[in-house]
């Protein structure tokens, strides 16, 4: 076929097996492509949490930027470090099928959370810290950066008991222990174990490839939990977890908002047909700023204000 399609992606082992994956699901439809791995900011700073850096789309902005300026044709990304706000002039032309969505805990021995006595977990996320804190309120939290493999070797050098991560990276790469605990119970973020992948709006000859990668119920799941995060969110990083899963054509939406500490916690289940699917996620966003959710969106900007 007529280009060579220059993939772009992180240079973390879990970027570049996603981006591979793309690479292989091209080249079996008759596409040329090379790969051009790219550090991002969210890769090199690593003595402060996410949060803290002020930036949307920190793992993403790199790999932008080198897509509008033409040095790569198509970025591949984990969808949930996307924001919910694609930079003018790119398209999401491929959400690949799903993996699994869940959270584990990777620990030194899981008898801890049988007990009352005190325990220290380490995660970079925002969401999953409040969560923990939620369910184990006399556990310490402690932030945890780095690409899946650097945050492995840092759980082994220190003395927590364990550290959160997604279950589908450790898995792509083959790094899940299978001691794992595998937190059922904790509503995952907005489109994780999703892949995608995205083009400069223009590029009629990617974005005719990559749309034969597109997974229609990825993208609709996908789609209504940024949504949810989207309305509630309004620019700011909060402890937002969000699942829509298929069963028999029905949609079953699950979203929960917390308070930084853990403390509060709103949620909201709901069940429609797929075909009414449209607009889900926002309006399971506006009943719950309608029910608390407004007012404890200002108290985290207001947190997050001091803490910057």
């Known amino acids: 076929m007529s280009k060579i399609i220059k993939i772009g992606t992180r240079d973390s082992e879990l970027a570049l097996w996603q981006a591979t994956t793309v690479q292989e699901k091209l080249e079996t439809l008759g596409y040329d492509t ?44 984990s969808m949930k470090d996307v924001p919910t706000q694609l930079p003018k002039g790119i398209v999401q032309v491929a959400v690949l099928e799903r993996a699994i969505s869940h959270d584990i805990l990777v620990h030194k021995g899981a008898g801890f959370l049988e007990s009352n006595s005190p325990a220290t977990i380490a995660t970079g996320s925002l969401r999953r810290k409040a969560q923990w804190l939620h369910k184990y309120p006399s556990h310490k939290v402690v932030d945890l950066r780095g690409n899946v493999n650097t945050r492995l070797i840092k759980l082994i050098e ?21 001691d794992a605990v595998v937190l059922d119970w904790m509503v995952p973020a907005p489109a994780q174990g999703a892949m995608v992948v995205v083009a400069q709006k223009d590029d009629a000859f990617s974005i005719k490839a990559l749309q034969k990668l597109n997974d229609p119920n990825s993208e609709l799941g996908t789609s209504i939990e940024r949504e949810f995060l989207r309305t509630l969110e309004g620019g700011c990083t909060a402890p937002i ?35 009414e699917a449209k607009g889900l996620g926002e309006k399971c966003a506006k009943e719950i700023l309608s029910k608390g959710g407004d007012k404890l969106m200002q108290e985290i900007r207001n947190e997050n204000s001091a803490l910057h």
Do not use: C, M
């Open 34 to 77: 090379t790969l051009v791995p790219i550090k991002s900011t969210g890769d090199e700073v690593l003595d402060k949490p996410l949060y803290e850096l002020g930036i949307t789309g920190i793992f993403t902005k790199t790999l932008d930027i080198a897509l509008l300026k033409g040095q790569i044709d198509i970025a591949v990304h």
């Open 158 to 178: 220190n003395d927590w008991q364990g550290a959160i991560f997604a279950q589908a990276g450790l898995e792509r790469i083959k790094l899940l222990p299978k």
């Open 241 to 275: 977890g969000a699942l829509a899963q298929f069963e028999d054509q029905t949609v079953h939406f699950e979203g929960v908002l917390f308070s930084l500490d853990g403390k509060q916690r709103l949620a909201i289940q709901k069940s429609v047909p797929q075909k």
